[in-house]
């Protein structure tokens, strides 16, 4: 069956939409252009333009707040993610093997973390480490996943940043997804990373996984 004009004037929208956020350089939690502003710089009518922001939106890539315009959503809060999970990941070995690529990319990141990390990353774990020692257990468990996520980040890699998030997605929607970094592995991270020793984190993550892949 052949595609509808209609249907391609829609598509075509979608991909410069998404050559204008690339363009304008739009992060999650910018503002996209308005509507109108979006109909006059692509030369397309209003309610075609609609669609697509609509389209954009039921995907949880956008919302639109009242009174203030349309925003880029974080790619964790994407809904996609969610279905994907429930249908691609909804056995056994999937979600093995998500855990096993998710423990791959933790690991890349933090060996590039080690030479990375600045001062001020540093400062900010060791705060958080305080905060583990004064915190309960559901507020220390957040603490944890804090912890993991700045060490992540520090790697400087945007791609296996990325990764390290969808990842995690995934897996929050199975609720299969654990921190490897309970208290006790955070300092022992911490450590490490003062240290500036590659080898002995490397070696400490794969002996975690190995001890949780034991008790599965």
């Not at 990325?162 to 929050?172: A, D, M």
Request: charge should be neutral.
């Amino acid at each position: 069956m052949s595609v509808q004009p209609t249907e391609k004037v829609y598509i075509e929208i979608l991909k410069q939409i998404k050559s204008i956020i690339v363009e304008d350089g739009l992060q999650a939690g910018n503002k996209l252009p308005s509507e109108r502003e979006l109909s006059d710089r692509l030369k397309a009518g209003r309610s075609s333009v609609r669609e697509a922001l609509r389209a954009l939106e039921l995907l949880g890539l956008i919302e639109t707040r009242r009174g203030e315009g349309t925003f880029i959503r974080e790619a964790t809060g994407h809904r996609l993610v969610e279905v994907l999970a429930s249908f691609i990941l909804n056995d056994k070995k999937a979600r093995q093997d998500l855990e096993e690529t998710r423990h791959i990319v933790i690991k890349d990141c933090t060996e590039l973390a080690v030479t990375r990390c600045d001062s001020s990353t540093i400062s900010k774990l060791r705060e958080l480490i305080r905060q583990m020692d004064n915190g309960g257990q559901k507020e220390t468990s957040e603490v944890c996943r804090k912890f993991e996520k700045i060490v992540i980040q520090s790697c400087g890699n945007h791609l296996l940043y990325r990764l390290y998030v969808e990842l995690t997605g995934y897996g929050s929607s199975l609720q299969q997804a654990k921190s490897y970094w309970q208290p006790a592995l955070c300092k022992e991270v911490l450590e490490l990373l003062e240290q500036k020793n590659p080898e002995k984190l490397t070696n400490l993550l794969s002996k975690q996984n190995d001890a949780l892949n034991a008790i599965e």
